[in-house]
């Protein structure tokens, strides 16, 4: 993981990444990166851009976030992860948020500092220790879910057969592979 954290806790891009959309897979012509993409696959590439506007610019909480617990996204979503599912090991709650074990250490090091979490020998194997969110770490946590949980007023204005069909499709686009 790079060693450089943004304001919303994930690494820094450059602005030659940002500006190009880096990883995107998406040509300059809109297309799906293939010259003559079909039809669909351009469909699914304006669809992928207007649920990324929506979640990452109109409706973006992480600088809420960062702002009403006072630390970065990153450590906000590890500390809501321990309150929601811990305790857990250090190794587990790296891999759950995708991140290597160091950064993940020095993560809970300071939610540990702030008295947000705990960090205590596991029982069932002495090499390793358990995190476990403290008093004061479930409120920050209930505090991060408040804000992360309330739906953009985007979706307060659609009606509910259209709401329907978009948890719909999410679940389907969450829970099925890829189309062979």
Do not use: C
Request: hydrophobic content about 45%; glycine content about 10%.
């Amino acid at each position: 993981m790079n060693s450089t954290e943004s304001a919303h806790g994930g690494p820094e891009r450059t602005e030659s990444e940002s500006e190009s959309g880096a990883g995107a897979g998406v040509s300059e012509s809109g297309g799906a990166g293939a010259p003559g993409a079909d039809a669909v696959g351009q469909e699914a590439v304006r669809v992928w851009r207007g649920m990324r506007t929506l979640v990452l610019e109109t409706a973006d909480v992480r600088p809420r976030v960062v702002e009403a617990l006072g630390m970065s996204y990153f450590r906000a979503k590890a500390l809501r992860y321990v309150a929601d599912e811990g305790p857990l090991t250090l190794s587990a709650l790296a891999a759950a948020l995708f991140a290597d074990a160091p950064y993940t250490t020095l993560s809970v090091d300071y939610l540990v500092r702030r008295g947000l979490v705990t960090r205590e020998p596991n029982p069932a194997d002495r090499r390793s220790k358990l995190v476990e969110v403290t008093e004061a770490g479930a409120a920050a946590a209930a505090e991060m879910a408040r804000i992360t949980d309330t739906p953009p007023p985007a979706l307060h204005g659609l009606a509910a057969a259209d709401l329907a069909a978009l948890a719909r499709i999410l679940d389907q686009a969450l829970h099925t592979g890829p189309a062979d």
